[in-house]
């Protein structure tokens, strides 16, 4: 599992995951130079049945790798989330075949809501998209493509 997009050749498509203390948005990326596309958000339920769920996933959209968010601290640095993020990293590279990156993830929800909100989405409509919306954004950032 790496953290920079710079130092790793992938493959397309990808899949990239926000996951935030109750829902997990889901958003995939084609090729390179392609926009990511936001899918959908998963509720989150039990540690066991997100995993589950989450290696479903990247098994149905036959995905090369796999991009999670990483909450980093705002002045960059490792907190209590990101230690986190990383033992979901571990548990889920169990369940899956393809490899996982890391991307910093700061501000992405800000950035997913303001953007929402551009776009004229309605609250509730906002609500229901900003974690796949986010990890559009993250995976956008990994693989410099554009929202």
Known sequence: MSSTAEQLEYKYPL????VSE???????CDG???A????FTLIRLARARDLQEC??????YEVAGVVLGLPLNMD?????????MRRFARELQRLITV?????DERLS???AEALLHEQGVDHQTAAERVDATAAAIILDRFTGGRV
């Open 99 to 103: 490899p996982i990156y890391f991307q």
């Open 109 to 111: 929800t800000v950035e």
């Open 76 to 84: 960059g640095s490792e907190g209590e989330r990101v230690q986190w």
């Open 15 to 18: 899949l990239g995951l926000d």
């Open 36 to 39: 990511a596309q936001e899918l």
């Open 55 to 60: 290696a479903t996933r990247i098994a149905h």
């Open 22 to 28: 109750t829902h997990i948005g889901v958003a995939v």
């Open 32 to 34: 390179p130079g392609l």
